[in-house]
Every structure is written in C-alpha cells, then in structure tokens.
C-alpha cells in the first residue's frame, strides 16, 4: 500500500491524476475502451455507443442539477435540439461532423439560457416544473414546425462524414461517441477545478451567502444551463448520428426523466457518479433482459412472466440504491477505493 | 482619522418593525470598530445593509467617500468588502481549500473555455491564487492540516477561522465580522482576538465587527458603538463607552420606568 506522497508543486497537487497508481489504472482504462469495439459483438457495441451518448448527456445534467443545484426536466428537449440541429445541418449543408456537433451545441446552449431565465426566481421543484413546460414546449415545436422538423415523421440522415470518411456502422460511430465522451468529461472535470466550478457548488451550498462573496447569480445559473444543455445538445447530436433518424418520439419526456434518476442513482455533484449512473441505468434493463433469456431453459414461462416484471424490479433497483446509497454509486466507488489503498489495515 | 465607512441615517423596517432607525456611525480606517448592543438591536441588519442585501428605506452608507446605494452585493464584494456571517455560512460540498479559494473569485477573470481546457492563463490564474491563498492565509491562520478535508466535519471553531480565511481570500480592505467567537472556548477566542488583531496591523485591514463577547471587545476595539432598539445610543473609545449611563442602561436595564417607556414612544407623552 501507498502511505502518501510529497508533492514538490502546486500543479502537481492540483493534478486530476495525482499518484501513478491512479495514472496506470487511468491508462489502462482508456486501452480498455480502445480495445473494446475490436473484441465486442455487435450488441455490446450497440450498448457501447448508447452508454457514451447517456454519459455526456448525464454529466451535462449532472452539472447543472448536482452541482448547480438547478433541478432539470427539460434535458430531453435540449437534447432534441441537437437531435435535430444535426439532422437538419446535414440535409441542408452538408457540414462535416464536428462542425455540426458544435453547432447543436451552441444552438441548444441558446435555448438552455433561454429556458434558464427563470431561474433567477424559482428553484427546487418550480424550477423542475418551468423547465418542464420548456421540455413539452419543445416537443410541441419538433412535432408541428413540418417544415424544419419534418413533423411527427422526423428528418433522416445521411451516416456522420468527416475527410470523405463515413461513420456508417456502429463500430465507426464508437469511435466518434466513446472519445468526445471522454474529452467532455475531462473539460467537466476541468471546470470545477477553476473558479466557476467552485460558483456552481456555492450557488448550490448556499446562494445567498455566494452574491455576498461577489458571484453574480443570474450570470452564474444561466452558465450553467448553457454548459449543460451544449452537453445535451452535443449528446443529441450523437444520438441522431447513431440512429440516423429524429422524430418527436426520440426525446420524450420519459428521457429526461431517465437522465435525472441517472444522476441521482450515480451520485449528485459526482462526475464519476453520473458516467456510472449512465452506465447502470442503460445497462440494467438490458442485462434483465439477459437474465430473463438465461432463465427460459429452467422456466420455459420466464419471459412471460418476466417481461412485465421488468420495469418493476428496474424501478426497485433504483428505489433500493436510493434508500441504501443515498450518496450513489460513486460511494460504493469511493468505498471499494478506500479499502484498498488501506488495505491490509482496516478503515 | 479619515473613516473608510460612513453610515448615514440609515433607517430599515420590515413591515411595522423598524430594524434601524436614523443609525449613524463612522468606522475610522484601519482601526478595529465594533458595534455592540442586546439582542435584536439591529446589529446583522446593519450588516446586512452595508453587504447590501437588505436595501435600508432611508439614509446612505459611503464607502471610500463614495454613496454605496444601488451598488449590487456581488460589486461590494469585489470593492474590498468582505464579511463572515453569525451563522457560518460555508460551503458544505467543498473542501476547506476550495472554500477559502472562492474567497478570490471577484479577483479572478478566467471564463469557460478556459476553465474547461484548464490551458493557459486560467491555469495559471488558478496557480497563483492557490500560492496566495498557501503562503499567506492557510499559513496565518494555522489551518495547513485540514486543507483538504470537508468542511462539514470540522469543529465550530475551525470552521469560523475557515470562514475569516475567506474573507482574507477577498482581499478586503474592511473585514466585517459577525460574532467572530461565539461559541468559541477561551483558548480559540484568544486565536482569533490575535487574528484580528494582525490582520489589522500586518494587513492594513480596517476590522467592523459584531461581537457580544464584551472582555474581548473592551480589549482589541479602537473604537465602538452601540446600537440599542435599532438606534445609536454611544460612540467612542472603549473607556468613554463602558461608563456612559445609557449603555448600562441598555445593558442591565433600569429601575426608573418613565425614562424606559420614553425610550421605546419617544413621540408620545408619558402620562
């Protein structure tokens, strides 16, 4: 076991990756997930690409909700934002992908500031409410403007392009999706090492006593709900790229819903809580799924029985980790590190 | 002695009760002034006023002969005016370093792209404040070993020092201090009275502060008034303050009734 380390610097104090252990583990994580479409079957792959969209768009909301403290239900409008920014730049233009990732970005960032006005004034569950009205506003918007949005029929896509290279399969699109995920995550990471993350938590912790210490609120809130909806927006992005066709139907309400339990059951305000709520709340109803399937030769009924249960044990899951995690699965996290790098003394 | 601050018949009511009525007092520079007076004498929200969270009805606070009215708490904030509160008011989720770092966000100018590449001069932006905050405030106020804890698990004590090296971070030119050792056992009040007392002189700091603790404001404060039902009652050196009769009064009470009930209806006649 390591028993400290002396740093010589203040960079080197500040440094995300503060101890060799971590930096190797970081190192072969990334080999991992380098390594991981070359061996994984078409399915995992599929799951891969799903997991990365949910963890940028997660890590958004995450910024926004558990580290601002600004209660979001609109993260599926912002999402179809981008969803349909892209489709619609890649009809009409042509543009390569990142320029349009960049660009539904920005545009749901707009509407973000746009939806976050109200902030200022209402917070906790009347905020969750006026961004909720946002949320069907924008549905509304993708159903009925046929003319940009194609209407309840949706737009379709050609494959992402980029120096006369197509991503056209599942394994292409992973490597669009898995390595901004983890860029985007850094740049998170990154801002709450500066001061503006260190205003979100304030507005969070409390709100009155940060303008006391000269954090401009409104300037600050509005911030935040730009940076979280360009997350959104860019997951959106990916999202078309993958399925190749939006509709109205592809961000209900559900997802935003789907996002905010994601953070919670990850961990509020914890960037590695919100990748592995991502993680857990896509996987585990397919994992189900995996088990019902594996049952059927015991049971042949399982899957009658099972498809329903479904969503019951997914909902019990979910309430379970809440009531015996409530700081999430970054704790359980937190808590496996912890015991090893005190291991072999206890606690 | 030039004042840095200047209350000007200052008035602020909720509804019928009125918090400050016609409150005027200077805080000369680089002294350490304290307001003292009973519970409810309207001290915080005088605070309150000059952080301009509450906006008085009536009267101007002047603030390097400037008239503070309408200027925002955030722009007071990065004026040189910095203040603990009664009730510590630090930030749960962060460590003690970060807290005390936030403390220089009005001096700080980096913006998001910069923060989120961690490149450049937000970088070092970053490095220097975190040298500032190292070498002249963790060190001063003898915090080095718990920069990196939470601060929700320090002591009462520790936690109010945090939050005075916050306020350092702010880099005031007058530190306001709600009851900076409330709830202190003598060993910290003596830490913090020498505090105070170095931040005025090695600082150049001017010290405003509330404190009910009279042994330690009768010994560090150049300078004193005292507020009682929401007006000033006394003003002056430590020694003129602890004899004049109407503190006493206010503080121990009086057996003469009549000048009591003037005291709270000065309009009207006592029968």
């Not at chain 1, 909720?132 to 993708?142: D, G, N, Q, W, Y």
């Not at chain 2, 913006?111 to 490149?119: E, R």
Request: net charge neutral; with cysteine.
């Amino acid at each position: 076991m390591r028993i400290g380390d002396a740093k010589q610097s203040y960079e080197a104090d500040e440094a995300i990756l503060t101890s060799s252990t971590q930096k190797i583990w970081f190192a072969l994580f990334l080999l991992a997930l380098l390594l991981f479409p070359f061996m994984a079957d078409a399915y995992l792959l599929y799951l891969g690409c799903l997991v990365g969209i949910a963890v940028i768009s997660t890590t958004g909301l995450n910024i926004l909700t558990g580290f601002t403290g600004l209660i979001s239900l609109g993260q599926a409008g912002f999402m179809g934002v981008g969803g349909y920014t892209v489709a619609w730049l890649s009809a009409n233009t042509g543009l390569p992908f990142p320029v349009t990732l960049i660009l539904a970005g920005l545009l749901a960032a707009a509407v973000g500031i746009l939806v976050g006005l109200p902030s200022l004034r209402v917070k906790g569950l009347y905020l969750a409410i006026a961004t909720l009205a946002a949320s069907v506003f924008l549905h509304f918007i993708f159903a009925e403007w046929e003319s940009v949005t194609g209407g309840m029929g949706g737009l379709s896509l050609e494959p992402a392009h980029l120096f006369g290279l197509t991503f056209q399969s599942d394994f292409g699109m992973y490597f669009i999706i898995v390595p901004l995920a983890v860029l985007m995550v850094l740049a998170a990471r990154n801002v709450f090492r500066t001061r503006i993350g260190r205003a979100f938590i304030a507005i969070r912790d409390r709100d009155i006593s940060a303008e006391i210490l000269g954090i401009n609120l409104l300037h600050y809130k509005l911030m935040s709900f730009a940076l979280s909806s360009f997350y959104a927006g860019v997951a959106g992005g990916l999202f078309a790229y993958f399925f190749r066709v939006v509709t109205p139907e592809s961000f209900p309400l559900s997802m935003s819903i789907f996002y905010l339990a994601a953070v919670i059951v990850g961990g509020m305000g914890n960037l590695l809580g919100g990748i592995l709520g991502a993680a857990f709340m896509t996987l585990i109803p397919e994992i189900l799924k995996l088990l019902t399937t594996a049952l059927t030769p015991f049971y042949p009924n399982a899957p009658i029985f099972m498809s329903p249960m479904l969503e019951i044990i997914f909902g019990a899951l979910i309430v379970g980790f809440l009531i015996f995690e409530p700081h999430g699965l970054a704790e359980i996290w937190h808590r496996i590190r912890r015991f090893f790098s005190l291991w072999p003394f206890k606690n | 002695m030039s004042s840095i601050l200047e209350i000007n018949n200052l008035s602020l009511s909720f509804g019928g009760v009125k918090a400050l009525q016609g409150v005027s007092f200077r805080v000369p520079e680089n002294t350490v002034t304290t307001v003292i007076g009973p519970n409810g004498a309207g001290k915080t929200s005088l605070f309150n006023c000059i952080s301009g969270f509450y906006k008085p009805q009536q009267g101007t606070i002047t603030y390097q002969g400037k008239a503070l009215t309408g200027t925002k708490p955030p722009a007071r904030a990065a004026l040189g005016l910095a203040r603990t509160f009664q009730n510590i008011a630090l930030f749960r989720g962060m460590t003690v370093l970060d807290n005390i770092k936030l403390g220089a966000h009005v001096h700080m100018k980096s913006g998001l792209l910069g923060s989120l590449a961690y490149f450049g001069a937000a970088r070092r932006e970053e490095m220097a404040v975190r040298q500032e905050v190292e070498r002249h405030i963790i060190d001063f106020l003898e915090i080095d070993h718990i920069r990196r804890q939470p601060v929700a698990s320090l002591s009462y004590g520790l936690q109010k020092r945090v939050e005075l090296a916050r306020a350092l971070a702010m880099r005031p030119k007058v530190l306001m201090l709600d009851e900076p050792v409330a709830g202190m056992n003598r060993e910290e009040k003596e830490d913090m009275a020498r505090f105070i007392l170095d931040i005025r002189e090695e600082w150049g700091v001017t010290v405003l502060m509330v404190e009910h603790d009279m042994g330690m404001v009768m010994d560090i404060s150049d300078h004193i008034a005292v507020l009682n039902f929401g007006q000033v009652i006394a003003e002056g050196l430590p020694s003129e303050v602890q004899n004049n009769q109407q503190v006493i009064e206010a503080y121990l009470g009086t057996s003469d009734m009549d000048s009591l009930r003037k005291k709270l209806n000065p309009d009207r006649e006592v029968a």
